[in-house]
């Protein structure tokens, strides 16, 4: 009977160590998660600052966190990607929306990186700053093995952001007059409330629809696509949001210009307190009709700053 | 030696063979045979992540995992209220787990026997069993109410399928827009950052982290165990990448239970930890723990039964301990636990617990101690390694040990009820997906405890338990 009994419990420790050999083995391959991830075209690197990362150390956390959405192939079509809205980036068109670069150009690693760290609002895309930056400097890397563009390229220069200049009820009127000289407003609404008669029929560069930004919603907390700041936003404005029908308007206007239309958005967002809407409020809480005189009034009393001179440059980062 | 096993094998039984058999073609059905699953598990379904996303190795969370339940079940991306999901999404998983287990318990008295009679006296045995079994039944539902308005029900039953609520709260995220402010009302999981609810072991003994649940021996506190989800209100903060962490809960001292507590006693628990990057190696965790409280001693009586709400003569007791979370690369880290335990003497001398409906000791006035009598404290401390293959394969090991430094009793045997406790296994996800979690669990435990055994003729009074176990580890 004892003999019998150790004959069970044996049977039952090799199956034990034996079932844990064969886990080994499929747990390398992941038959079951879809197609593995090919070899990276080539293993690259990021920089971001003194750290450097590396493509072949995230691996397992590209598999781990990104490829359900973005795919094994980085190619956007990971299980997820069909109940998703907005659909994930693919990777391997290299082409990106939040960009410090002009457009159609490659981001730079630190763009990937604050992208990775920041996530991107309304979507999916949740804020992984809970990786250390060793983490988001490998995924950057790994990024770049989707497609060839990253070999052959090298990112652009970031733009330059001129200092903002005052808010003024002046620029917010400017502002609002170049929302609708620009046909802003047709994508995203007369109120920004991204309804405008535009809005329904846009899709991506894959066809996909998408939605205009909603300006309305949101308080305090509120974020854009690509960050929260006023210089975030002109950014959007001179590199535009690429892969979507947002354009880049640098080659339209004029950077206090920008800056007008940017002091006019944040207006539109009305639950948000904001030295914007301070303004409005101390002129009425209504916008004066803009008339074609110079966009920077002279100095007054109660607005006796300067305007910044477009030379005046500073990087990416700035703003309120 | 190789020689001898298989002759070994050679003459078994034939059930031995068909065992051996059986078990392993079901291996081999079982891994080539697993797809892709449908199912919704509750966040992963609203979200679109693979489990891995928030799973060390499902359950237990990884940082962004406790990141997310930290900010009240919401990914912080404007799409977290109930608005944005389809009107079709139900936020229920339910997890149950099919298991095979081999259970060995040394020390077993039992009557002995002479001439088919019960003689009258005693013997000591192991008692060795095995067979098929379930565990218990969960309903996790949780989630948004709207923006900032989190809930979790959690009604759960043992294998009978007799229910409790095992969790029914509601938290009020993000007050005033900082993550430093969240409030939760209601019976939930105290904030162990080690969480005992997400542990992955499922052997009896394996299952539960001892440290979380001890009392020595004859103690009649039951209100100090940190690992029972409790009746409360909950403060906790954090920062915004969360790497800073702070809770403070004040509990009924009923340890869980419902219903109006016994006695005017309340608990408090207290935690903080603070993260840090260290590069390559990832993001480590140090943190510390303390639970004071008070319960009840002493109940007013009506015919000799103890009343609810009468707890008087409230008596003290804390625990205290450091937290590590340290992390070796992607594939190694180490989750480590102490534990300084103190219960007032009378809970020493078994008085308190009267939840069980049994009271060991009622200190109605004028009861006096044994002489000598003196507070129970003792030591401990659990290590758990994690080797993370793939996040498809988690090897897991722990090693929990509990020492007595001081007896209520003086003369007590110094070690009586010490435990050590060793539990080794491994989790395999044969699939990964954000539909469904699936987990081929496999397990052993051996735990000893001093002086707790039946003490007849020259046998020592230690017992030794082990359970071997398999499972099926699911929710849909």
Request: aromatic share 12%; charged share 15%; hydrophobic share 35%.
């Amino acid at each position: 009977m004892n003999s019998l009994k150790r004959v069970h419990f044996f049977s039952v420790i090799l199956n034990f160590v034996l079932a844990a050999g064969i886990s080994v083995a499929r747990a390398q391959d992941a038959p079951d998660v879809g197609p593995h991830p090919p070899e990276p075209l080539k293993a690259m690197e990021s920089h971001i600052g003194n750290v450097t990362g590396h493509s072949r150390d995230a691996k397992l956390d590209y598999r781990r966190y990104c490829a359900g959405c973005h795919g094994d192939l980085g190619d956007g079509n990971g299980e997820n990607a069909v109940w998703l809205d907005p659909k994930p980036r693919d990777f391997t068109m290299a082409t990106f929306k939040c960009r410090s670069t002009v457009t159609g150009m490659l981001p730079t690693d630190q763009d990937l990186f604050n992208t990775i760290a920041r996530g991107l609002t309304n979507s999916n895309m949740p804020i992984w700053n809970t990786f250390t930056k060793q983490q988001r400097a490998d995924l950057v890397a790994y990024i770049k093995t989707f497609s060839p563009r990253w070999e052959k390229e090298k990112p652009a220069d970031p733009i330059k952001i001129p200092t903002e200049p005052p808010v003024t009820i002046e620029s917010i009127a400017h502002g609002k007059a170049l929302y609708t000289k620009l046909e802003c407003w047709k994508c995203h609404g007369p109120q920004g409330k991204g309804d405008g008669p535009s809005a329904a029929t846009l899709t991506d560069s894959k066809d996909q629809p998408i939605r205009p930004y909603n300006f309305t919603a949101g308080g305090d907390d509120s974020r854009f696509k690509c960050g929260s700041t006023n210089a975030d936003i002109y950014k959007i404005f001179i590199t535009g949001v690429d892969g979507t029908p947002m354009p880049s308007f640098a080659d339209v206007i004029q950077p206090n210009d920008a800056w007008d239309l940017v002091h006019f958005l944040r207006t539109l967002q009305v639950k948000r307190h904001s030295k914007e809407n301070e303004v409005l409020k101390a002129a009425g809480g209504k916008i004066p009709p803009y008339n074609e005189t110079p966009s920077t009034p002279p100095a007054s009393p109660n607005n006796s700053a300067a305007p910044a001179s477009p030379s005046e440059n500073r990087t990416a980062g700035g703003g309120n | 030696m190789r020689m001898g096993m298989k002759s070994r094998l050679c003459g078994m039984a034939p059930w031995g063979k068909h065992f051996l058999l059986a078990a392993l073609i079901l291996i081999f059905v079982i891994l080539s045979g697993s797809q892709r699953a449908d199912a919704l598990p509750a966040f992963a379904r609203k979200y679109g992540l693979r489990c891995s996303a928030c799973h060390e190795s499902w359950p237990m969370l990884n940082y962004f995992g406790q990141k997310f339940k930290d900010n009240g079940y919401q990914l912080m991306n404007d799409k977290d209220a109930p608005i944005w999901q389809n009107p079709g999404y139900w936020p229920v998983t339910f997890r149950i787990i099919p298991i095979w287990h081999r259970i060995s318990t040394g020390k077993v008295a039992v009557d002995a026997y002479s001439g088919g009679t019960v003689t009258g006296g005693q013997t000591i045995r192991r008692i060795t069993s095995s067979g098929f079994d379930l565990s218990g039944l969960d309903f996790h539902t949780g989630g948004t109410l709207e923006k900032n308005f989190s809930f979790y029900v959690l009604p759960s039953s043992d294998a009978t399928a007799s229910f409790h609520f095992e969790t029914v709260m509601a938290r009020l995220d993000n007050l005033f827009g900082s993550p430093w402010l969240n409030l939760k009302l209601g019976k939930f999981e105290l904030d162990n950052l080690l969480s005992e609810k997400r542990i992955l072991t499922l052997t009896g003994n394996g299952g539960i982290y001892q440290l979380y649940h001890f009392t020595p021996v004859g103690d009649g506190n039951i209100f100090g165990q940190m690992g029972d989800n409790q009746l409360g209100a909950e403060v906790m903060g954090h920062s915004y990448n969360d790497r800073t962490r702070y809770s403070a809960a004040v509990l009924s001292s009923t340890d869980g239970n419902v219903g109006l507590p016994y006695g005017n006693a309340y608990t408090g628990f207290f935690t903080f930890s603070q993260a840090f990057d260290v590069g390559k190696l990832g993001v480590d965790r140090l943190g510390a723990y303390a639970m004071v409280g008070e319960a009840p001693t002493y109940y007013l009586t009506q015919g000799g039964t103890p009343l609810a709400g009468s707890g008087l003569a409230n008596k003290s007791f804390h625990r205290e301990g450091f937290v590590g979370q340290f992390y070796f690369g992607q594939h190694f880290d180490l989750q480590v636990v102490t534990q300084h335990g103190w219960d007032n003497a009378w809970f020493g001398q078994g008085y308190g617990d009267l939840i069980g409906g049994t009271v060991t000791g009622n200190n109605l006035p004028g009861t006096t101690l044994p002489a000598g009598s003196q507070a129970p404290t003792w030591n401990g401390v659990l290590v758990e390694p994690h080797y993370v293959y793939s996040p498809q394969l988690t090897f897991i090991g722990r090693y929990e040990t509990i020492r007595m430094s001081r007896q209520a009793t003086p003369g007590t045997a110094s070690d009586l009820g010490n435990i050590s406790t060793y539990t080794l296994g491994f989790r395999y996800n044969p699939f990964m997906t954000s539909r469904a979690g699936f987990a081929w669990h496999n397990e052993y435990n051996w735990l000893h405890q001093d002086g707790t055994g039946p003490i007849i003729g020259l046998n020592t009074s230690n017992i030794n338990t082990s359970e071997l176990l398999t499972g099926f580890d699911f929710d849909f």
